[in-house]
């Protein structure tokens, strides 16, 4: 391989995975989002902070096709997806969990980490279980051990704790083996010691799997992000390293006049 | 890891003798085995009206049941998909030279069944394809519109039903004059029916489906093509429900637009309804109150006595099904449900001295 084609691969490689230009989503009235701009990179691991409302939710919503921008532009990859419906996201490798779970509720664990894998596959329409299908169980299976979830596999998704409800739900995202994971405030409901295993599971993730965050606890978006930026108002107004942003005053002044303070885990 | 997976491990045994002598599937062995041996010593009232009615029934809000149970779609146009395939059935199998009305192109009538079913099955395809981007109240309503639409295009296209109907519609020569022999073809297919919803349950699709019944929108976002695989769940119940509709035209002998009215096609949903909308079983078992109900409950002297004619059979039918509604949101099958837990915890032997007072409180009814 020559030395150009080894530096365009890296390029690639370490390039815009994500990209966001100018994008705007209005509520009738309410504009959500004012016009975001926000470049991901391919290994990146990147926090999403601001207050409640701030439009956090609704950024991810537009990246994940939920829901259509007002205007504006997303780019996967390379490939334009402000029109793609949700359902073509997966086959860029993109996943995401729910901040409000959305779980298979009367399906067992095992089932509901089944389907996240099956749907990708096309073997969703298949009446007939086959080889793949047993590959699918197994690696169901192995992400329940993953997302502490081993000893309730066989249990129904809506009998589960709160606890082991927003686990299966990044279970549910891991599991699709994903290149790009969002994850909606996956410590919110979580106890100290749980918040404690999922920032390791977090850290422990493949360095070349892009992650984007958003976490009301400080503690476990900056031990899991390398990069952080700072969403008020449906507009980002701060970006940096943990460190940085830990001593930004605008971000105080942010923080401070909401609900949560800096260093301080929401209640 | 076990490369084959379908034993591995302990959450998905597959069909297991264990799993198979499940008390629910020993039940419905056990019902099996009645209705079979039924015209032995059954009347031939109860078997050739009353229990061959309560099949046909019973397939036909299977349909519903399925679709509701698994995808979460009430539905309100499996009678007109009923009805598609009897109107079928009877402008294909009357002879030219019979004194009848409709196409009358007297084919054979195997050849008929497959035109029929065939036709039903692109309709439900079309009307799934149309319905299924709705969920909840709203695609009730569309399907409900659907019926609506069905009684009136039938009522009004006369070359295909006929002014008033087709009459002299017969049977294939298998169950020409034979009765009970169509009774047992029909708790064959009943046990078709039911065995294949419940293994189809546990195929990928089906389980694809029930996700799509408790989230649709993370189905999509995990890469799912949501309203395809409505439609095809919606297709392969109208075939189901084209299957009931054959044989109803067959034990008719005849057909009009006033069959598929808006009157039948909620006859069906109080089966349904009576028998549970979320157990498969409860169709069959819906089915068989409504039927003995419409032909036993107005000849009760009591009934005569304080003045309930026919024509106020619908309001007992009413009575009875609010009253299992409120009783029970699933249907008989709910109530049998519930008392079975009932017995079962009251046959439990008393919570040993380990367990906590709350455990013990918790226990006892
Ligand atoms: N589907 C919606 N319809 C109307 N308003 C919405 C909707 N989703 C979010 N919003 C509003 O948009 C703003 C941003 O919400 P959200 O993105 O959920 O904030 P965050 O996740 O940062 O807390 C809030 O004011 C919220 O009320
Ligand atoms: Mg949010």
Redesign the pocket.
């Known amino acids: 391989m020559s030395t150009d084609a080894a530096a365009a691969a890296s390029a690639e490689r370490h390039g815009s995975l994500l990209s966001l230009e100018a994008v705007v989503?209005a509520?009738?009235g309410?504009q959500?989002l004012g016009g975001v701009d926000l470049q991901v990179s391919q290994g990146d691991r990147l926090a999403l902070l601001?207050?409640?409302?701030?439009?956090?939710?609704?950024?991810?919503?537009v990246i994940a096709g939920d829901?259509k921008p007002t205007s504006g532009r997303v780019t996967i990859k390379g490939i334009d997806c402000t029109e793609l419906p949700a359902r073509f996201r997966p086959r860029l490798g993109v996943a995401r969990t729910y901040?409000k779970t959305r779980l298979f509720r009367g399906l067992t664990v095992e089932d509901n980490l089944y389907l996240a894998q099956t749907g990708r596959s096309g073997r969703h329409l298949a009446l007939l279980r086959s080889g793949v299908d047993a590959e699918f169980r197994d690696r169901a299976r192995a992400m329940a051990e993953t997302v502490w979830l081993a000893d309730v596999v066989g249990t129904t998704a809506g009998d589960l704790s709160h606890g082991q409800q927003r686990q299966l739900e990044i279970g549910m995202a891991l599991v699709t083996g994903p290149e790009f994971v969002m994850l909606?405030e996956p410590a919110s409901g979580l106890s100290r010691g749980e918040r404690e295993r999922l920032v390791q599971l977090l850290l422990s993730l493949d360095r070349d799997i892009t992650l984007l965050l958003?976490e009301h606890d400080m503690d476990v978006a900056l031990r899991a992000a390398h990069r952080v930026v700072v969403?008020n108002e449906?507009h980002t107004v701060a970006s940096g390293t943990p460190t940085e942003i830990r001593v930004d005053p605008l971000v105080h002044a942010i923080y401070l006049g909401s609900e949560a303070g800096l260093g301080g885990a929401d209640p | 890891m076990s490369p084959t997976g379908t034993a591995s491990g302990p959450a998905r045994p597959g069909w297991t003798l264990r799993r198979l002598l499940s008390a629910r599937n020993l039940v419905v062995a056990a019902a099996t085995a009645l209705a079979l041996l039924l015209p032995l010593f059954g009347s031939n009232f109860f078997v050739e009206f009353v229990m061959t009615r309560t099949m046909i029934l019973g397939i036909a809000a299977a349909t519903i049941v399925f679709l509701a149970a698994y995808g979460g779609m009430i539905s309100l146009a499996q009678y007109l998909l009923a009805g598609v395939a009897g109107f079928m059935v009877g402008n294909a199998v009357v002879a030219q030279d019979a004194w009848s009305k409709g196409l009358k192109l007297g084919w054979n009538p195997w050849v008929a069944v497959l035109f029929a079913l065939a036709v039903t099955t692109a309709v439900a395809f079309v009307l799934g394809a149309l319905a299924s981007r709705t969920t909840g109240i709203y695609f009730l309503m569309i399907t409900l519109t659907y019926a609506v639409i069905g009684y009136y295009v039938f009522g009004s296209i006369t070359p295909l039903s006929g002014f008033g109907g087709i009459t002299g519609i017969d049977p294939p020569g298998l169950f020409e004059d034979h009765p009970v022999r169509m009774y047992l073809a029909l708790v064959v297919l009943s046990v078709l029916v039911y065995v294949s919803f419940r293994v189809l349950a546990a195929t990928p699709f089906g389980l694809a489906l029930q996700g799509i019944r408790d989230d649709p929108v993370r189905m999509a976002s995990l890469g799912f093509n949501v309203s395809l695989h409505r439609t095809l769940a919606f297709t392969l119940a109208g075939f189901t429900a084209g299957l009931a509709g054959v044989f109803n035209v067959w034990w008719n002998g005849q057909i009009d637009p006033t069959s598929i009215s808006i009157g039948p096609t909620l006859d069906l949903l109080i089966v349904a309804v009576i028998g549970g909308t979320l157990s498969l079983e409860g169709a069959w078992l819906g089915a068989f109150v409504f039927v003995a109900a419409n032909n036993y409950l107005r000849n009760l002297p009591l009934v005569d006595h304080i003045g309930i004619t026919e024509a106020r059979f619908n309001t007992i039918v009413g009575v009875l099904v609010l009253l299992i509604m409120i009783l029970s949101p699933d249907g008989l099958a709910g109530i049998i449900e519930r008392v079975r837990k009932g017995l079962h915890r009251l046959f439990q032997p008393p919570p040993g001295p380990g367990s906590t007072p709350a455990e013990a409180a918790a226990g006892s009814p």
Not at chain 1, 50 to 61: R, S, V, W
Request: charged content about 10%.
């Open positions: 989503v509520f009738g309410l959500a601001g207050p409640n409302g701030a439009g956090k939710t609704t950024l991810f919503n829901i901040q909606d958003i969403m449906g």
